[in-house]
């Protein structure tokens, strides 16, 4: 089956999108917005997402990055509001998660992506850990990481927002919301995410039409299993 060389990486960067609008869209609840945290911390690491780096709009890649690291700085910032940025937090997973996100800032980096001036997207997590007694885990080498990501750039001297700017109730220290607000102005056509990259909400004639071969890629068998709520894995 073949629609466009790009429809792979947009449906990558069309799911990440799904998760950002997710995060917004769950206002104060701070347990639903760790959990988009941590689906995208993990997923993050993996292969697949990878691939959203070969969209032909490298800017737009750019954009995607930075959002995702001002999504869990904000995050982060949340559950310092909460007094839940803590060695003994109720969030039981705080340094693994943290670390993840720390290893998905120089994966973003080596694509050339979060430019030297975004110190802050890649440093935060590491200030936070020292700040609040967190021990970073859930990858390897981490010791390494942070010594990599303080090679340039000491982490006492990374610029972060004063602790007086997150003091409100509706406070947004690391730009997010406004960052999202111009994300769907630039790229919303009309609206981020959806799922019209998603082949499993096509027509069968779409994808007889997208096939080599003229026939439906999903059998019977896939089709009754979508229609029961159950997700497609690729074997």
Request: net charge negative.
């Amino acid at each position: 089956m073949y629609t466009y060389n790009d429809h792979a990486a947009y449906g990558i960067v069309e799911s990440i999108e799904n998760l950002i609008l997710d995060y917004d869209e769950a206002k104060d609840n701070l347990d639903e917005k760790w959990v988009i945290c941590e689906t995208l911390g993990y997923f993050l690491q993996t292969d697949t997402a990878g691939v959203m780096f070969l969209i032909d709009d490298s800017m737009r890649a750019n954009e995607v990055c930075a959002m995702l690291a001002r999504l869990f700085l904000s995050m982060l910032a949340r559950l310092e509001r909460a007094n839940l940025l803590a060695p003994d937090s109720r969030i039981t997973n705080l340094g693994a998660i943290m670390g993840l996100w720390m290893l998905a800032a120089r994966v973003f980096s080596g694509y050339g992506c979060l430019e030297d001036d975004d110190e802050e997207e890649q440093l935060g997590p590491a200030r936070d850990n020292r700040e609040y007694d967190i021990t970073l885990a859930g990858t390897r080498k981490i010791a390494d990481l942070i010594a990599e990501c303080e090679e340039d750039t000491p982490i006492e001297e990374v610029d972060l927002p004063v602790p007086e700017s997150n003091s409100g109730p509706r406070a947004d220290p690391f730009g997010f919301s406004s960052n999202l607000k111009k994300y769907k102005v630039d790229h919303g056509s009309p609206k981020i995410g959806g799922d019209k990259l998603d082949i499993t909400t096509f027509k069968i004639s779409e994808r007889r039409a997208a096939a080599f071969d003229g026939r439906d890629p999903l059998g019977t068998d896939e089709i009754a299993s979508l229609r029961q709520g159950m997700v497609l894995m690729m074997g």
